[in-house]
């Protein structure tokens, strides 16, 4: 059963996923038109619109929600090794990564 395991790990966590991510996200946004450039405005527009009802949430507090559910102790640890072993080239790799995988959030 180890073996099985740590063959399927050696699959995934491949080159393959990195190709995988950025072609997933680069069809994403070439289908969707690139939906996190075009509305930019919109959204910050929805952002700081003040609410209208006394129920539910504002805009703002489901960004800071949604903000809080993806970023975590892990994920800040994650940014600083990876720049700490890969340096600015890192940088740009995760943010090349974050603005294509914006279209698949």
Excluded at 23 to 35: E, H, P
Excluded at 67 to 79: D, K, P, Q
Aim: proline fraction near 3%; hydrophobic fraction near 55%.
């Amino acid at each position: 059963m180890e073996s099985i395991v740590s063959a399927v790990n050696d699959v995934v966590w491949s080159p393959a996923l990195v190709y995988l991510c950025l072609g997933a996200g680069l069809f994403l946004s070439l289908r969707g038109g690139f939906l996190q450039l075009r509305h930019l405005r919109h959204m910050w527009q929805l952002l700081f619109q003040p609410k209208d009802n006394v129920t539910g949430v504002s805009s703002f507090q489901a960004l800071s929600m949604t903000l809080a559910g993806r970023v975590g102790t892990g994920n800040i640890a994650g940014v600083a090794t990876a720049i700490t072993f890969g340096g600015p080239g890192a940088v740009f790799w995760m943010w090349m990564v974050a603005f294509l995988g914006a279209s698949s959030a």
